[in-house]
């Protein structure tokens, strides 16, 4: 750790407080109002000298002090100034010198605006030379859109005719022109193919179909999942009453959604004629609303354990 020599904390604060600071002038002012009374008049020399430098010691503040002014040109020059009359002129000369430049800059990137449509401004520069360019308007494409499709316009395609039997070989560009004439659009029937198939129709129903198709196939994948999963409800061989209905509720409602459930009662050797008790119950009270069956010829069951199999009744 280093050690501080108090002499240099001494020299420093007697630097500080030179004639030239306002720490000074304003000690020197207290001690005139302790020689003379408190009587201000006679110390109004001191005083002036003290306010004197306040307001210079503010203005090279002001001049040291982040800009904060508005974002249009005339306060952003006002700003550039700080108030410091010494920077005024070399200030104003390079504004000058900028503006002239941005003017003989200006006609010779103007040709530039249009030259790619991709272009969205000018690299970097002053700001007035930061143009936005405005993309030429372009119809929108009304064909069902290709994605994904290795085919350009001169590439041989199928067009197959509405009744779905004659077909035709033309260039893209043709058949675009045909769904054009025809107010249709042009749809892929088999992309992939060489060379590939299209056919004319109306893009907004198509993509409807393959929605609902779409729809259809994931209720049917449901559907076949629930025929092979099998939901199961564990019961103990001593349930009260209240836990046995919601239960059998819960697996009543699981049957109505076309699912398979496993009832199976775990039980200990000595609530063994407890658990048949259980199962005798359960066969009677799930009869009413699935169809109910044991375990398979073979079937491998933990020990101490009975199972009741409910399927939807068809």
Same mark, same amino acid.
């Given at each position: 750790?280093? !050690? #501080?020599?108090?002499?240099?904390?001494?020299?420093?604060?007697?630097?500080?407080?030179?004639?030239?600071?306002?720490?000074?002038?304003?000690?020197?002012?207290?001690? $005139?109002?302790? &020689?003379?009374?408190? =009587?201000? !008049?006679? $110390?109004?020399? +001191?005083?002036? @000298? %003290?306010?004197?430098?306040?307001?210079?010691?503010? !203005?090279?503040?002001?001049?040291? #002090?982040?800009?904060?002014?508005?974002?249009?040109?005339?306060?952003?020059?006002?700003?550039?100034?700080? #108030? $410091?009359?010494?920077?005024?002129?070399?200030?104003?000369?390079?504004?000058?010198?900028?503006?002239?430049?941005?003017?003989?800059?200006?006609?010779?990137?103007?040709?530039?605006?249009?030259?790619?449509?991709? @272009?969205?401004?000018?690299?970097?520069?002053?700001?007035?030379?930061?143009?936005?360019?405005?993309?030429?308007?372009?119809?929108?494409? !009304?064909?069902?859109?290709?994605?994904?499709?290795?085919?350009?316009?001169?590439?041989?395609?199928?067009?197959?005719?509405? =009744?779905?039997?004659?077909?035709?070989?033309?260039?893209?560009?043709?058949?675009?022109?045909?769904?054009?004439?025809?107010?249709? =659009?042009?749809?892929? /029937?088999?992309?992939?193919?060489?060379?590939?198939?299209?056919?004319?129709? =109306?893009?907004?129903?198509?993509?409807?179909?393959?929605?609902?198709?779409?729809?259809?196939?994931?209720?049917?994948?449901?559907? *076949?999942?629930?025929?092979?999963?099998?939901?199961?409800?564990?019961?103990?061989? *001593?349930?009260?009453? *209240?836990? @046995?209905?919601?239960?059998?509720?819960?697996?009543?409602?699981? /049957?109505?959604?076309? %699912? &398979?459930?496993?009832?199976?009662?775990?039980?200990?050797?000595?609530? &063994?004629?407890?658990?048949? #008790?259980?199962?005798? &119950?359960?066969?009677? /009270? $799930?009869?009413?609303?699935?169809?109910?069956?044991?375990?398979? @010829?073979? +079937?491998?069951?933990?020990?101490?354990?009975?199972?009741? %199999?409910?399927?939807?009744?068809?």
């Amino acid at each position: 750790m280093e !050690s #501080r020599d108090p002499g240099k904390q001494k020299t420093g604060r007697a630097q500080k407080l030179t004639e030239d600071t306002c720490g000074y002038q304003y000690k020197r002012s207290l001690a $005139c109002l302790d &020689r003379n009374g408190y =009587d201000k !008049s006679k $110390c109004e020399e +001191e005083f002036e @000298l %003290y306010k004197q430098c306040k307001k210079h010691e503010s !203005s090279a503040a002001r001049c040291t #002090r982040p800009s904060q002014t508005a974002s249009t040109d005339a306060t952003r020059e006002q700003g550039l100034l700080w #108030r $410091c009359p010494s920077l005024e002129p070399g200030a104003h000369a390079a504004l000058r010198h900028l503006s002239s430049l941005s003017q003989q800059l200006l006609p010779e990137a103007q040709p530039l605006r249009h030259s790619h449509h991709g @272009l969205q401004c000018f690299g970097p520069g002053p700001p007035k030379l930061r143009q936005s360019v405005q993309r030429p308007e372009q119809e929108a494409p !009304s064909q069902f859109p290709f994605q994904g499709l290795n085919i350009e316009a001169d590439d041989n395609v199928r067009m197959v005719a509405e =009744d779905g039997q004659s077909h035709k070989v033309m260039a893209l560009s043709a058949a675009l022109k045909a769904a054009k004439r025809e107010r249709m =659009d042009l749809l892929p /029937v088999a992309p992939h193919a060489r060379p590939p198939v299209f056919r004319l129709g =109306d893009a907004s129903e198509a993509a409807k179909q393959a929605r609902l198709r779409e729809r259809d196939a994931r209720k049917k994948e449901m559907e *076949n999942r629930r025929k092979t999963s099998m939901k199961e409800v564990r019961i103990g061989p *001593n349930t009260q009453e *209240n836990d @046995l209905k919601m239960k059998l509720d819960k697996a009543k409602e699981m /049957v109505e959604r076309k %699912y &398979r459930v496993r009832l199976f009662i775990p039980f200990k050797n000595q609530h &063994r004629e407890a658990a048949a #008790r259980m199962l005798q &119950r359960l066969n009677d /009270v $799930c009869t009413g609303f699935a169809n109910v069956a044991g375990p398979a @010829l073979g +079937e491998r069951l933990p020990t101490n354990t009975v199972v009741v %199999y409910l399927s939807p009744k068809a």
